[in-house]
């Protein structure tokens, strides 16, 4: 019986350990994709700058770098990765501070020719961020609303 149990325990690591692989592997093979379209796009609240590169790829996938700019902070440089679900972008933010990496959710809503992002109740299990179920994402009270601006290619 001791056995019994040993063997599923490893089963059911190996199994966790596979579905981490895959999911790495096609996280890798969305930043990696040639886009169909992409857009820049900018917003500013008082001293504060969000900077937006949203690559388009197949499959409503969503890639894409954006710098938060925030005053008397340090500079949050990261890559997006993501989907749209209707005229919504749900996606990751990860970003490097220091020797430490942080990966947050984050929710960008299409009105017309405007982006906005979200403000939502953000949950973390097992250090993972998510936005918490059945609570709304709020996109009326915001700070931060995109408008369309030229691409610059970083030197």
Excluded: H, W
Excluded at 60 to 83: L, W
């Amino acid at each position: 019986m001791k056995n019994l149990s040993l063997f599923g325990l490893l089963l059911v690591c190996v199994s966790f350990g596979s579905c981490n692989k895959n999911q790495k592997a096609a996280d890798a093979q969305t930043l990696n994709e040639k886009p169909i379209e992409v857009k820049c796009y900018k917003a500013i609240y008082e001293k504060d700058t969000i900077n937006l590169k949203i690559n388009t790829l197949k499959n409503n996938k969503v890639s894409g770098d954006m710098v938060m700019k925030f005053a008397d902070m340090p500079v949050k440089d990261g890559k997006i990765a993501g989907e749209m679900r209707g005229d919504t972008l749900f996606a990751d933010y990860t970003f490097a501070l220091g020797a430490n990496t942080f990966k947050n959710p984050i929710a960008i809503l299409k009105r017309g020719e405007e982006l906005i992002l979200g403000n939502g109740q953000i949950e973390t299990y097992l250090g993972a961020s998510y936005f918490a179920k059945g609570k709304p994402i709020d996109f009326d009270k915001v700070k931060f609303k995109f408008t369309a601006v030229d691409c610059i290619e970083k030197k």
